[in-house]
């Protein structure tokens, strides 16, 4: 008697049950009622909670991680192509003619500086000892250096944190002042108006080879580039002196060049290596290639994991929708007595599972911007509570945790989990969608 009762109601619609075109009011709101407690318990409602927490984790985390390395990329970018030039132009010995090749550079299309210097390692001591790289610039390049000797555009802090570059390359011969970074100052124990001595092996050449040049210095500044492999290691002289102090007569050693596009610096090295015959020329991605291929390598790997970890989240929605559909089949076989239709049903339990990944996402996504907009301070809250330096600079080079959020990495991020929330919920939709409300009412 009941299956024939089933069977003549299933051709009788029930209102809105079958009504109103697909993804309608009535199946929106059963959707969202299917997501609550049910009546044998609140099982399904804790694996919804846990499928959402899991989505929101997981997207949280990949933007966070994502931005952090993209920060770490840039800022380090920032710093080594502030710092230093795009490319580099030298040759067996010391460039005598440099000012002509230096005219010819700034004409060349593209080229918007060229730098003559001396870079070469000495032996400073004071009240400690220590081995550095001096560049030698002239006055007027050195104050175009920004992370030297101008302000950070972020965080609008100077970077030259004792003394001043006033008096660097006044003087005869460029003067006796010199600047040095503020770990260089703190290892050789000196600040502003100390002394420092340096020594270096190009000294004059006699039949037993060339000899030790040394001399003492002035601190005539202390800069902070804000990485502490700069800031260890790095000390810039007047050229003048350097050109004295080095042997390099009226010659320098190297020309650096910057570029409009440093990140298209393959455009530019035919035309700079005519400007310069006879002389080699590197650029800036050929000293660093291993480095920060390593760095690109280990960010698409990251990603890799990171989205795979996405997925697995949202699997879990697979398992609570297959426990609704276990708990809700007799509410399905009432629907389809009642006239709704195979792809109603499914389009139900469809949006049941949808809502958990969209509104997981969603939340992962404002979870992940917040944090990675407050990275700093809350770095230095936790520093504070667990009582330790959880980003030493000596380790990772920054002053702080470099993120920056790209917006096409969150938009792959953000489409990546819907799409997986979205496949998840196919087939215990499916399965929903095929139940017999016959067999399912049989037993009540």
């Not at 989205?307 to 509410?331: E, P, S």
Request: glycine content about 12%.
């Amino acid at each position: 008697m009941m299956d024939a009762q089933a069977a003549k109601a299933r051709t009788t619609p029930a209102p809105g049950a079958g009504g109103g075109g697909p993804f309608s009011y009535f199946e929106w709101m059963v959707a969202r009622r299917y997501l609550g407690a049910t009546r044998s318990g609140k099982g399904v409602s804790l694996i919804s909670i846990i499928a959402f927490t899991g989505i929101l984790l997981a997207v949280a985390t990949l933007i966070i991680v994502m931005s952090v390395m993209q920060g770490f990329r840039t800022k380090l970018l920032d710093q080594l192509l502030g710092v230093n030039g795009h490319a580099f132009v030298q040759g067996e010995g010391p460039i005598m003619d440099y000012p002509a090749v230096i005219e010819r550079m700034r004409a060349t299309p593209g080229v918007i500086e060229a730098t003559p210097m001396i870079v070469a390692p000495v032996y400073a001591s004071a009240a400690g000892e220590t081995g550095i790289m001096i560049r030698a610039l002239s006055r007027e390049d050195i104050l175009k250096v920004n992370y030297v000797t101008g302000v950070d555009p972020e965080t609008g802090r100077r970077h030259v944190v004792g003394g001043s570059f006033e008096n660097f390359g006044v003087g005869r011969n460029g003067g006796n002042e010199i600047a040095i970074g503020n770990r260089v100052a703190w290892t050789l124990g000196v600040g502003p108006g100390d002394k420092v001595t340096l020594i270096s092996g190009r000294g004059a050449d006699t039949p037993f080879g060339p000899t030790l040049q040394k001399k003492t210095y002035t601190v005539g500044a202390i800069f902070e580039v804000g990485n502490s492999e700069f800031d260890s290691f790095i000390g810039f002289m007047p050229l003048k002196q350097a050109q004295i102090f080095f042997g390099y007569g009226e010659g320098v050693q190297q020309i650096e060049v910057k570029v409009e596009d440093p990140e298209r610096i393959k455009d530019y090295r035919d035309p700079i290596a005519l400007a310069a015959p006879g002389l080699e020329m590197r650029d800036w991605q050929q000293q660093n290639q291993s480095y920060f291929n390593a760095l690109e390598t280990e960010r698409s790997v990251m990603r890799l994991i990171l989205l795979l970890i996405v997925a697995v989240a949202a699997l879990n929605i697979i398992t609570g929708l297959i426990m609704l559909v276990k708990d809700k089949t007799r509410d399905i076989a009432v629907l389809r007595t009642m006239g709704a239709t195979q792809g109603s049903i499914m389009r139900i339990f469809f949006l049941s599972g949808s809502l958990i990944g969209v509104l997981g996402t969603f939340a992962g996504f404002v979870a992940g911007a917040l944090f990675v907009w407050n990275i700093d301070a809350i770095e230095t809250f936790l520093s504070a509570v667990f009582r330790t330096d959880l980003f030493p600079a000596d380790v990772y080079y920054f002053s702080a945790i470099p993120a920056k959020m790209e917006w096409d990495e969150v938009g792959r991020i953000v489409g990546w989990s819907l799409v997986m929330s979205f496949v998840s919920t196919i087939y215990p939709a499916r399965r929903a969608a095929r139940l017999d409300p016959v067999e399912a009412l049989r037993y009540e």
